[in-house]
């Protein structure tokens, strides 16, 4: 399994532990949470009252805005790499950065969902 280093492109793409916010703490880094210190829990079950947790909505928000971030760096590099094939476009070096960009969180993308399938194939594949 390769790991990709997380570097200012994708650094947008996947905050950090220490600035996500769970059950109503802040991170760490903020000084919310100190050692030993438990997460708070929903008070309601998920499933309950037609709600779902502030953890459940997060996590869903998180994914959702990670591909919505890659889908619209694919399209600005679909768009500047049609800018590059008719002379319209001036900076080549754009279209390139932008295209590498694309290509990394499309890479990153891939390696967490290939990560989380085989977590679900292990549980799945587990002995009551």
Same mark, same amino acid.
């Given at each position: 399994? #390769?790991?990709?280093?997380? =570097?200012?492109?994708?650094?947008?793409?996947? $905050? *950090?532990?220490?600035?996500? &916010?769970?059950?109503?703490?802040?991170?760490?880094?903020? =000084? =919310?949470?100190?050692?030993?210190?438990? $997460?708070?829990? $929903?008070? +309601? $079950?998920?499933?309950? #009252? =037609?709600?779902? *947790?502030?953890?459940?909505? #997060? /996590? +869903?928000?998180?994914?959702?805005?990670?591909?919505? *971030?890659?889908?619209?760096?694919?399209?600005?590099?679909?768009?500047?790499?049609?800018?590059?094939?008719?002379? *319209?476009?001036?900076? %080549? +070096? !754009?279209?390139?950065?932008?295209? !590498?960009? @694309?290509?990394?969180?499309?890479?990153?993308? +891939?390696? %967490?969902?290939? #990560? @989380?399938? &085989?977590? /679900?194939?292990?549980?799945?594949?587990? &002995?009551?």
């Amino acid at each position: 399994m #390769s790991v990709l280093p997380v =570097g200012a492109a994708t650094g947008a793409l996947w $905050p *950090s532990a220490d600035t996500v &916010q769970s059950g109503g703490q802040v991170g760490a880094a903020q =000084g =919310g949470l100190t050692e030993g210190t438990a $997460p708070t829990t $929903p008070t +309601a $079950p998920l499933g309950t #009252s =037609g709600q779902t *947790s502030a953890v459940g909505n #997060s /996590f +869903a928000n998180l994914l959702g805005n990670a591909m919505d *971030s890659v889908q619209a760096t694919q399209t600005s590099a679909d768009n500047l790499a049609t800018q590059a094939a008719t002379g *319209s476009l001036t900076n %080549v +070096a !754009d279209y390139m950065v932008t295209a !590498d960009e @694309a290509d990394i969180q499309t890479q990153l993308t +891939a390696a %967490v969902r290939n #990560s @989380a399938l &085989q977590a /679900f194939q292990q549980i799945m594949g587990m &002995q009551l």
